[in-house]
T-cell receptor, first 115, second 111 residues
Framework: KAGVTQTPRYLIKTRGQQVTLSCSPI?????VSWYQQTPGQGLQFLFE???????NKGNFPGRFSGRQFSNSRSEMNVSTLELGDSALYLC??????????????FGEGSRLTVL | GDSVTQMEGPVTLSEEAFLTINCTYT??????LFWYVQYPGEGLQLLLK?????DKGSNKGFEATYRKETTSFHLEKGSVQVSDSAVYFC??????????FGAGTILRVKS
């Protein structure tokens, strides 16, 4: 069965622009989470959506937002990009909303470079 | 807040050596604990998990035991292979699918 698909895989933006990243979860999975991975801060939780509702949010500024559609596909948006937003953005899907009864399946990520 | 501390790498071992990667955590509740692995060029994947104290997670020859008294979840393998070379992340969750990750430990296994 197809894994978690993230698009685009690589992109370059300039400061002040905005970006939208897309994630298609594994078929049947209703939970989608987003993480930011940087060399300095490591892996940090951004937010989680389940059945189109945001269930949890990490400590990121309001410039970071997301949504989930009725088919469970999710998008995240970063507005007014800053140099520090350069990172690998990982999407993960899960069949259930609680990790201690399931597991997260990660995509390969979208690598964003902000110049 | 919750946090995970794991030993810094890189860890370099010869094939068939014993592996230990230390992981300790701080959490207010009773979290579930995980080890994720990232092989070169691939996405993160779950290696093993434990959901309560004294549980032992195991997979592919790797083991880790949830030790509440020492707040630890050390990863061990008796005999590593070159194919085990990867980055290993310890993580916890006490809020649904919100994972708190350690910094990651690079493992290099030489033949």
């Amino acid at each position: 069965k197809a894994g978690v698909t993230q698009t685009p895989r690589y992109l370059i933006k300039t400061r002040g622009q905005q970006v939208t990243l897309s994630c298609s979860p594994i078929s049947g999975h209703r939970s989608v989470s987003w993480y930011q991975q940087t060399p300095g801060q490591g892996l940090q939780f951004l937010f989680e959506y389940f059945s189109e509702t945001q269930r949890n949010k990490g400590n990121f500024p309001g410039r970071f937002s997301g949504r989930q559609f009725s088919n469970s596909r999710s998008e995240m948006n970063v507005s007014t990009l800053e140099l520090g937003d350069s990172a690998l953005y990982l999407c993960a899907s899960s069949l259930k909303a609680v990790t201690n009864t399931g597991e997260l399946f990660f995509g390969e990520g979208s690598r964003l470079t902000v110049l | 807040g919750d946090s995970v501390t794991q030993m810094e790498g890189p860890v370099t071992l010869s094939e068939e050596a014993f592996l230990t990667i230390n992981c300790t955590y701080t959490a207010t509740g009773y979290p579930s604990l995980f080890w994720y692995v990232q092989y070169p060029g691939e996405g993160l994947q779950l290696l093993l998990k434990a959901t309560k104290a004294d549980d032992k997670g195991s997979n592919k020859g790797f083991e880790a035991t949830y030790r509440k008294e020492t707040t630890s979840f050390h990863l061990e393998k008796g005999s590593v292979q070159v194919s085990d070379s990867a980055v290993y992340f310890c993580a916890l969750s006490d809020q649904g699918n919100k994972l708190v990750f350690g910094a990651g430990t690079i493992l290099r296994v030489k033949s």
